[in-house]
C-alpha cells in the first residue's frame, strides 16, 4: 500500500497536531501521537481513536523516548504566549531537552525529523518582510524569551545533529496559523476575538490595535508540513510556512465583527511586554522549493473557524448545568 511509515508525531493532541495526525492517517501511515495534554487534549484526537492505525501516549518530550519509527514531527509546545508564559522554564526544557531528546531518538533509529519552528524566532524583525536568511532581533531575557530563544536553541541542536551526526532534518517555521479545534481559552488573537464576538462580549485589542500579523488557515499548513518533509534531503530548512496576507489586529476584529454579525464593542488593554510591530513572511522559498502557497483567505479560514467556535460553544451550553 502508498504510504505504510510509521511516525510519531509529539504534541499529537494539540490544535496543529491534530490535524497533523488526521492527515497522515488518511495517507495510510500507523501514527504514534505523544503528548502531555499540557495545552492539548485528548478530545482533539477523539474521532481518530477507533483507526487502528493511530496510537496514543501520554508522555513528556523532556524525558527520552525509544520508538521505532520512520519520521518524526516535533510539535510539542505550547504556542500561545499566555501558555508558555505561565511556565517558562518547561517552555524553555520542552524546546531544548525536547529537541535533543528527539533528535537522539532520530539518530539512534535513522528516522527523517521535522521541527515546528515559529517566526518568533525573528522576533520584533527590523526586516519586513521576514526572509529566512534574517537572523532576527529578539529579547533573550524578556517575557516571550523562554519560548523565542527556546525555538532558536532547538534550531541550532538541529542544525548541528544534521552537520555532526548526518541527521535527515527537515526545519520549518510557522507564522500565525488558526482554524478549528483550537481552545477557547486558548489566549491567542483569533480564538480570543472569536469567542468573545460570539459571547457578545468585548473585543479585547492590546495596544492600539496597529500591531500587524499574517494568518494562515490549519488546512494550508498541514500541506507544507508534507510537502516539507516529503521535499529533497538538501533542503533541510529553515523555509518560512504562513500566508504573506497581513493584517493589524484592528482589522482582524473588524472583520470577524463583520463575519459574526456581533455588537461587540472593541476594548483596549496594555500592549504586552516584547509583543512585536509587525511580521510578515516571505515565502519565495517555499513557493519555488516545494510548490506551496495558501490558498485560503482569511475571510473564508475565519468563516470555517467560526462555525467550528459556534458549534462548540453550543454544545457547552447545552452541557452547563441550569
Ligand atoms: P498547542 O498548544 O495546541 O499544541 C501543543 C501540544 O504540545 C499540546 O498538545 C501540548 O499538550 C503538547 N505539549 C506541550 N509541552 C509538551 C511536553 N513537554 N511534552 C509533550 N507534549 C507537550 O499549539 P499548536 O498551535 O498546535 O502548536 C504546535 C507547534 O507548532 C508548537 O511547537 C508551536 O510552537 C508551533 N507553532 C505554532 C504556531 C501557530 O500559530 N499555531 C506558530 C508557530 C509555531
Ligand atoms: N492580541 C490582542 N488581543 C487578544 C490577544 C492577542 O490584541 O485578545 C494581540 C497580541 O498582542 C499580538 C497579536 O494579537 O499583537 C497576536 O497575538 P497572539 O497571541 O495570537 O500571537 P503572537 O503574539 O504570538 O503572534
Redesign the pocket.
Known amino acids: 500500500m502508498a504510504g505504510g511509515k510509521r511516525i510519531l508525531v509529539?504534541?499529537?493532541?494539540?490544535?496543529?497536531?491534530s490535524f497533523l495526525c488526521e492527515a497522515l492517517l488518511e495517507r495510510g501511515h500507523d501514527v504514534l501521537c505523544?503528548?502531555?495534554?499540557?495545552?492539548?487534549?485528548p478530545g482533539?484526537i477523539e474521532h481518530l481513536r477507533d483507526n487502528l492505525r493511530f496510537g496514543v501516549l501520554r508522555?513528556?518530550?523532556?524525558t527520552p523516548m525509544h520508538h521505532e519509527v520512520d519520521e518524526i514531527f516535533?510539535?510539542?509546545?505550547?504556542?500561545?504566549p499566555v501558555?508558555y508564559q505561565a511556565d517558562p522554564i518547561?517552555t524553555l526544557?520542552?524546546n531544548v531537552e525536547?529537541a535533543m531528546n528527539v533528535l537522539r531518538l532520530a539518530r539512534r533509529v535513522r528516522a527523517k525529523v521535522f521541527q515546528?519552528?515559529?517566526?518568533?524566532v525573528y522576533g520584533d524583525p527590523l526586516v519586513h518582510p521576514q526572509p529566512e536568511g534574517y537572523w532576527g532581533h529578539v529579547n533573550p531575557i524578556g517575557p516571550r524569551s523562554c519560548?523565542d530563544e527556546g525555538?532558536r536553541c532547538a534550531e541550532t541542536l538541529f542544525f548541528d545533529f544534521h552537520r555532526q551526526h548526518g541527521v535527515n532534518i527537515r526545519v520549518v517555521?510557522?507564522?500565525?496559523?488558526?482554524g478549528p479545534r483550537?481552545?477557547p481559552n486558548?489566549g491567542?488573537v483569533v480564538s480570543n476575538l472569536i469567542v468573545q464576538a460570539l459571547r457578545g462580549e468585548p473585543l479585547t485589542l492590546y495596544g492600539d490595535g496597529s500591531q500587524t500579523r499574517s494568518f494562515?488557515y490549519v488546512d494550508d499548513l498541514i500541506d507544507g508540513f508534507l510537502r516539507m518533509m516529503a521535499g529533497p534531503d538538501s533542503l533541510p530548512g529553515p523555509v518560512n510556512l504562513g500566508n504573506p496576507g497581513e493584517f493589524t489586529v484592528r482589522e482582524l476584529a473588524e472583520i470577524i465583527l463583520d463575519l459574526t454579525g456581533s455588537r461587540s464593542a472593541l476594548e483596549h488593554r496594555p500592549l504586552p511586554a516584547d509583543d512585536p510591530r509587525q511580521r510578515k513572511p516571505d515565502i519565495a522559498q517555499a513557493r519555488a522549493q516545494l510548490g506551496w502557497e495558501p490558498k485560503v483567505s482569511l475571510r473564508h479560514g475565519l468563516e470555517r473557524t467560526i462555525a467550528h467556535f459556534e458549534r462548540r460553544l453550543a454544545a457547552e451550553r447545552r452541557s452547563a448545568p441550569a
Open positions: 509529539t504534541g499529537g493532541a494539540g490544535f496543529l497536531g505523544l503528548d502531555n495534554y499540557s495545552t492539548g487534549s482533539n508522555h513528556d518530550v523532556t516535533n510539535l510539542a509546545c505550547p504556542a500561545s501558555h518547561q526544557r520542552t525536547g515546528a519552528s515559529t517566526s518568533e519560548y525555538k517555521r510557522i507564522f500565525n496559523t488558526y483550537m481552545h486558548d491567542r494562515c
